[in-house]
């Protein structure tokens, strides 16, 4: 009995061993390249600190890089357009469940459209803004050239209104982000189990029917997911309105916040400006990340309680 | 869908002053774009740079992920909740929130002219790939491990012997879309690679063709765009249904 508690100690603690042995390398990851630069951000933001100047030398400043963020036209602009882009989001939602349902029903060739759709996916983000922005380009541009060819005597100027620009950039990522949502709403719809159709088969329900009440509710994890990682993603778009346009775009109409970030800090050398916003830009990213968390541990929870019934 | 990447290849073997003429095909094939792209910027080099950034350092982040994730799903030591909560917490912070005071840590580190800002932090692993993984391992049952604990093994033979096996499709989807992700990144060399020869070639493109578009010469512009997609395009024409199946895969346990 002795010896067995013994061993049942001795077994705790290489347990102990092991464990943090394993886990050590991705915390030393998450120390170093992580939590320090997160301190050092949120210091520095307090700060007036130029890029190339030691840290610990820099002013403090309080609140004021945060006040000037908020009262400059610019940032505000920039958070604009970044919102904006997320339109993209819903729109490539709805298409990708269309075409998830389409292909999913057997379509022909359809593992051959997966492959089709899912190719802008694994391609360089840098090679397709070049495309898009010579696609769109006024003269001898392709979508223009064709949009004329259907009788349209006045086709947008893509790359300079405005209006348009934003819009170039929102058809790219769609078209760029479409083969992984439909891929994994494929995959969630291949996880609904069968008799779920069956029954409805049996109460008469139409297709159409049966897809909004069955497909649709229990495809909700992988919307919520899609669209969490939306929201994240372009809460950091950079390199698209980087490439495409140059500066600002055509009246500040297509940077974004990183942008803003970047420039400030990188070209301008206003680092404690650059951290402000960099801690701002976190605190939304994290809010959304935590309500995916809240919201999937809840789920799990009512799961729990099911199971426990 | 694949229209872009066609009128891309046209493109690039139009002689400049065509790219007004109607059409797709080009009427005389010109292919002094790519001359000029070769003759002017390192393409090797800055290829065998790409695959150093996201060859071996995903390779050992993915065994460093693994290793983690087995030990926060199968092996009980104390705090080990907490501190799988503690690492989470990673992802929620995103890489423009510190990628300043990144650059700052490198620069002091005088490695800012050499390709270590790009290779050191994948090392230490993927927080997102531990937390995929540890879900995956969970469904692994406890008595294969109690099985080869009462045949002597300690938990790093269990993990090379039994593991390793049962998670190879998991490690593998998660490990290509990372490959993929290191491979086409931009952000990240622009603002810790300093020297020019160490620069991946997504920078090395971008640069030529932001100078070959303020004079619009669209087929030097393709051509660039052409470099840097037809070696990703051809891995993955070779490897498409093993990727899609990992990509469909790594959706379902998510």
């Known amino acids: 009995m002795k010896s067995k508690a013994a061993k049942k100690m001795s077994f705790r603690v290489s347990d102990n061993i092991w464990g943090y042995a394993f886990v050590l390398i991705p915390f030393i990851g998450l120390i170093v390249f992580v939590l320090i630069p997160f301190c050092m951000s949120v210091y520095a933001s307090f700060t007036a600190w130029p890029l190339g100047q030691r840290i610990t030398s820099a002013k403090w400043v309080g609140l004021k890089n945060y006040i000037s963020l908020f009262t400059n036209p610019l940032f505000r602009k920039s958070l604009g357009n970044t919102l904006f882009y997320m339109i993209g989001i819903p729109i490539g939602i709805v298409l990708s469940v269309i075409y998830a349902a389409l292909m999913n029903r057997g379509a022909k060739y359809e593992k051959v459209f997966r492959v089709l759709y899912y190719t802008p996916v694994i391609t360089s983000v840098v090679a397709v803004s070049f495309i898009f922005q010579r696609m769109f380009m006024s003269d001898g541009g392709t979508i223009n050239t064709f949009l004329m060819s259907l009788g349209i005597k006045n086709p947008p100027n893509w790359m300079s209104h405005p209006g348009y620009t934003k819009w170039v950039i929102i058809i790219m990522a769609v078209w760029k982000g479409l083969g992984s949502s439909i891929i994994m709403y494929i995959a969630g719809m291949q996880g609904i189990s069968s008799t779920y159709y069956e029954a409805a088969k049996i109460d008469g329900a139409g297709w159409f029917y049966t897809f909004r009440k069955i497909t649709l509710p229990l495809l909700m994890p992988v919307t919520f997911y899609l669209l969490v990682t939306g929201i994240i993603g372009g809460a950091q778009m950079y390199v698209e309105p980087r490439l495409i346009f140059t500066g600002n775009g055509p009246a500040n109409s297509t940077f974004t916040t990183v942008i803003h970030l970047y420039d400030n800090t990188f070209r301008n050398s206003k680092a404690g400006y650059g951290s402000a916003v960099a801690i701002v830009l976190g605190i939304i990213v994290f809010l959304v990340t935590a309500l995916q968390f809240y919201i999937n541990g809840r789920g799990d929870r009512v799961e729990k309680a099911k199971e426990n019934r | ?254």
């Open chain 2, 1 to 254: 869908m694949l229209y872009p990447f066609i009128w891309m290849i046209f493109t690039s073997f139009k002689p400049k002053m065509h790219i007004y003429l109607a059409g797709l095909l080009p009427r005389k094939w010109d292919f002094s774009s790519y001359i000029q792209i070769w003759s002017e910027i390192p393409l090797v080099r800055g290829f065998l740079n790409t695959i150093l950034y996201s060859v071996p350092p995903v390779v050992v982040g993915s065994f460093v992920s693994a290793l983690a994730a087995f030990a926060f799903a199968k092996i009980r030591f104390t705090g080990r909740n907490i501190l799988f909560l503690i690492l989470l917490s990673g992802i929620m912070i995103p890489f423009p929130s510190i990628m300043i005071p990144q650059f700052v840590l490198f620069s002091d580190l005088h490695m800012v002219q050499g390709p270590l800002p790009l290779i050191l932090p994948k090392l230490t692993g993927n927080v997102l790939m531990i937390f995929f993984l540890r879900q995956f391992m969970n469904y692994v049952p406890d008595s294969i491990i109690d099985a080869a604990k009462i045949d002597g093994c300690n938990y790093f033979q269990i993990f090379r012997r039994v593991i390793l096996h049962l998670i190879t499709p998991a490690l593998a989807a998660h490990g290509v879309l990372w490959f993929i992700g290191s491979w086409n990144d931009y952000l990240a060399p622009t603002i810790f690679i300093k020297n020019e020869i160490w620069q991946p070639v997504t920078v090395m493109v971008a640069k030529f063709n932001e100078q070959y578009a303020i004079n619009t010469h669209v087929p030097r512009i393709m051509a660039g765009s052409v470099m840097l997609l037809v070696p990703v395009l051809i891995i993955y024409g070779i490897f498409q249904r093993w990727i899609i199946e990992s990509v469909m895969f790594s959706s379902v346990k998510e």
